[in-house]
């Protein structure tokens, strides 16, 4: 499928064609299948920490007057502790 989608570069770091995959030996296949494991679980952890960042701006927004939401959120997005935890607890709820 990721070789179909053009999307094997992104997800397991290897351009393969239809060909190369049926010579994948199985111990290549549970190489490749690990790493887009690994891809598909970083992306799901960055969607939480997302949708959490989201989610609790809009509700301070609520109660205190956000000037510039998204500023606010990318800053909260960048700051290195708080992803570290965001990404603990993603990590604990996968």
């Known amino acids: 499928m990721l070789v179909s989608t053009g999307k094997?570069?992104?997800a397991i770091g290897v351009l393969l064609t239809h060909e190369q995959v049926k010579r994948l030996s199985d111990k290549e296949v549970e190489k490749y299948t690990k790493?887009?494991?690994t891809y598909v679980g970083?992306?799901?952890t960055e969607s939480l920490i997302d949708s959490f960042i989201f989610l609790v701006t809009k509700v301070?927004?609520?109660a205190v007057n956000?000037?510039?939401t998204d500023a606010y959120q990318k800053e909260?997005?960048?700051d290195y502790i708080l992803n570290k935890e965001l990404s603990?607890?993603?990590g604990n709820l996968v």
Do not use: P
Request: charged share 35%; proline share 0%.
């Open 66 to 68: 956000i000037k510039d």
């Open 60 to 62: 301070v927004g609520m």
């Open 8 to 10: 094997a570069t992104e």
């Open 35 to 37: 790493r887009y494991e």
């Open 76 to 78: 909260l997005r960048n």
């Open 42 to 44: 970083s992306k799901t």
């Open 88 to 90: 603990n607890l993603a």
